[in-house]
T-cell receptor, first 114, second 114 residues
Framework: GENVEQHPSTLSVQEGDSAVIKCTYS??????FPWYKQELGKGPQLIID?????GEKKDQRIAVTLNKTAKHFSLHITETQPEDSAVYFC?????????????FGTGTRLTVIP | DAGITQSPRHKVTETGTPVTLRCHQT?????MYWYRQDPGHGLRLIHY???????DKGEVSDGYSVSRSKTEDFLLTLESATSSQTSVYFC?????????????FGPGTRLTVT
């Protein structure tokens, strides 16, 4: 199956600075790459996603970039705020057909320091 | 949490006892998934369903079984719980239409096996 690696595992930034989280994947046939934000005691929340026919997607302060050749994608958060503090997970939709199964990275704990 | 409820939200059980976790959705989505979340492993797929009575294994299915007798309910059963099954379990749903890949997660069930 697909193998997704995520870095860094922890990230601390000052409020107002940018944060970047990077993921790599192994299956060149993967075509969908979502990012989830998980706050303490809650389920993961889909915050942005990108498909393999697009190189970049932006939604207000968050953006995702995809490099299919290098098989990596990144989450960019600009003008970070304390409420951005959470664990972020990247994922990739594997080759398996019929059920849109996702393979997840191991998560990045982002702390925004006021 | 996108019309998804999980029950119970917390459970403590003893080794060797059977445990059933329930996921209920009000979105009429075709696909349902069970994941487990452990430190250092992200989210890993246990089983998934692509329709009523249609289920298949994920990457960590040993020791688990599932059933889906109605569109809205997806049950995860641990036939004989072991300490290695102590985890947080998340249910997810996906609409399942052509090119629709987004998955939405429930609030989770924290299971402790003593």
């Amino acid at each position: 199956g697909e193998n997704v690696e995520q870095h860094p595992s922890t990230l601390s930034v000052q409020e107002g600075d940018s944060a970047v989280i990077k993921c790599t994947y192994s299956d060149s046939a993967s075509n969908y790459f979502p990012w989830y934000k998980q706050e303490l005691g809650k389920g993961p929340q889909l915050i942005i996603d990108i498909r393999s026919n697009v190189g970049e997607k932006k939604d207000q302060r968050i953006a995702v970039t995809l490099n299919k050749t290098a098989k990596h994608f990144s989450l960019h958060i600009t003008e970070t705020q304390p409420e951005d503090s959470a664990v972020y997970f990247c994922a990739a939709k594997g080759r398996q057909t019929g059920a849109n199964n996702l393979f997840f990275g191991t998560g990045t704990r982002l702390t925004v320091i006021p | 949490d996108a019309g998804i409820t999980q029950s119970p939200r917390h459970k403590v059980t003893e080794t060797g006892t059977p445990v059933t976790l329930r996921c209920h959705q009000t979105e009429n989505h075709r696909y349902m998934y069970w994941y487990r979340q452990d430190p250092g492993h992200g989210l890993r797929l246990i089983h998934y369903s692509y329709g009523v009575k249609d289920t298949d294994k994920g990457e960590v299915s040993d020791g688990y079984s599932v059933s889906r007798s109605k569109t809205e309910d997806f049950l995860l059963t641990l036939e004989s719980a072991t300490s290695s099954q102590t985890s947080v379990y998340f249910c997810a749903i996906s609409e399942g239409g052509a090119g629709v890949y987004e998955q939405y997660f429930g609030p989770g069930t924290r299971l402790t096996v003593t």
